[in-house]
């Protein structure tokens, strides 16, 4: 089944301890998108400047991602400027220039009203509304989100819970959007407002799932080499997204499984900068990881 990915297009200038680099693919649909392809035809719906690069474009092209829903608009596309510090869990935003996505309006064309898996990636509240005004009931809804809505949004963030199947979040803005610090009760609070399934991002220390059914924990994967962690949420989100649309059934298994797919994708999204690891990624290398991270799950063969 398809999946509907809905977010940001931007171009990223990124800076860490070693390198600067500039005029890179980014947004929250970008690396979602890219990541849901892995398991599942993609609908991409966002906005772009007509200063949006041809090379940009054929990334998605090359994994037949359906690009009828990106809207170009006369003007400059999104840009993001950020700085990581040598812990890069510390990042700091230089410069946002929301050009044409200031007055983005998703519009969904007549057959993507109908997909049965959407993914509302991290966007402003009414903007992840207005895409669910547009749909004819989907058979599973993901969203995500951060801090900067909690707290400038968050009326409008608590009534879009309802609206979900599934909410992803990490542990800081669970903690800020609950006002509870243990993983347990902010999962429940959220569920008692309306998605039936929480994930809970703790960066190298995996992600905690949970649902009526139970919990699941998974691990993140060791890495000796992180150079952009820049989208690594947005990939984790896709690939679990993507997983779950070529299931036959939703439920905690299937979730569980979705979660570490997700969690496959974004270990190799940090290891280049932008998407580039992703795009060069062969059946081969995810083969390989994947019984890494079987094995960090079961040690005992």
């Given at each position: 089944?398809s999946?509907?990915v809905?977010?940001?297009?931007?171009i990223?200038?990124?800076?860490?301890t070693?390198e600067d680099?500039?005029?890179?693919?980014?947004?929250?649909?970008?690396?979602?998108?890219?990541?849901?392809?892995?398991?599942?035809?993609v609908?991409?719906?966002?906005i772009?400047g007509?200063?949006?690069?041809a090379?940009?474009?054929?990334?998605?092209?090359?994994r037949?991602?359906?690009?009828?829903?990106?809207?170009?608009?006369?003007?400059?596309?999104?840009?993001?400027h950020g700085?990581?510090?040598?812990?890069m869990?510390?990042?700091?935003?230089?410069?946002?220039?929301?050009?044409?996505?200031?007055?983005f309006?998703p519009?969904?064309?007549?057959?993507?009203?109908?997909?049965p898996?959407?993914?509302?990636?991290n966007?402003?509240p009414d903007l992840?509304?207005?895409?669910?005004d547009?749909?004819?009931?989907?058979?599973?809804?993901v969203a995500?989100?951060?801090?900067?809505?909690i707290?400038?949004?968050?009326p409008r963030?608590?009534?879009?819970?309802?609206r979900?199947d599934?909410?992803?979040?990490?542990d800081?803005?669970a903690a800020?959007?609950?006002?509870?610090s243990?993983?347990l009760r902010?999962s429940?609070w959220?569920?008692?407002?309306?998605?039936?399934y929480?994930a809970?991002?703790?960066?190298?220390h995996?992600?905690?799932?949970?649902?009526?059914?139970?919990?699941?924990?998974?691990?993140?994967?060791?890495?000796?080499k992180?150079?952009d962690?820049?989208?690594a949420?947005?990939?984790?989100?896709g690939?679990l997204?993507?997983y779950?649309?070529?299931?036959?059934e939703?439920?905690l298994?299937t979730?569980?499984?979705?979660?570490?797919e997700g969690?496959?994708?974004?270990?190799f999204?940090?290891?280049?900068?932008s998407l580039?690891?992703l795009a060069?990624?062969?059946?081969k290398?995810?083969?390989?990881r994947?019984?890494?991270l079987?094995r960090?799950?079961?040690p005992?063969?």
């Amino acid at each position: 089944m398809s999946v509907l990915v809905v977010g940001s297009v931007g171009i990223d200038r990124i800076e860490t301890t070693q390198e600067d680099r500039s005029d890179l693919l980014g947004g929250s649909a970008s690396f979602a998108g890219l990541a849901a392809s892995f398991h599942a035809p993609v609908s991409l719906i966002g906005i772009v400047g007509d200063d949006f690069p041809a090379h940009h474009r054929a990334v998605w092209e090359k994994r037949k991602i359906d690009l009828s829903g990106l809207q170009v608009a006369q003007g400059k596309t999104f840009r993001w400027h950020g700085r990581y510090e040598e812990n890069m869990n510390n990042r700091h935003t230089l410069s946002t220039e929301l050009n044409v996505f200031a007055d983005f309006k998703p519009e969904l064309p007549h057959a993507q009203k109908k997909l049965p898996f959407v993914l509302l990636g991290n966007i402003a509240p009414d903007l992840q509304h207005l895409v669910l005004d547009q749909m004819e009931k989907p058979k599973f809804t993901v969203a995500d989100t951060m801090n900067l809505w909690i707290d400038i949004a968050r009326p409008r963030l608590l009534e879009l819970l309802p609206r979900i199947d599934m909410l992803i979040l990490n542990d800081s803005e669970a903690a800020l959007l609950t006002g509870e610090s243990n993983l347990l009760r902010a999962s429940r609070w959220l569920r008692e407002r309306g998605p039936r399934y929480v994930a809970i991002k703790k960066g190298e220390h995996g992600c905690f799932l949970s649902g009526k059914e139970g919990a699941f924990a998974a691990p993140a994967i060791p890495l000796d080499k992180v150079l952009d962690p820049t989208g690594a949420g947005d990939t984790f989100a896709g690939g679990l997204t993507g997983y779950l649309a070529g299931q036959k059934e939703i439920n905690l298994s299937t979730l569980a499984h979705g979660v570490l797919e997700g969690t496959l994708l974004a270990s190799f999204a940090v290891e280049d900068f932008s998407l580039n690891r992703l795009a060069s990624l062969s059946p081969k290398d995810l083969e390989t990881r994947r019984k890494e991270l079987s094995r960090l799950i079961n040690p005992h063969p």
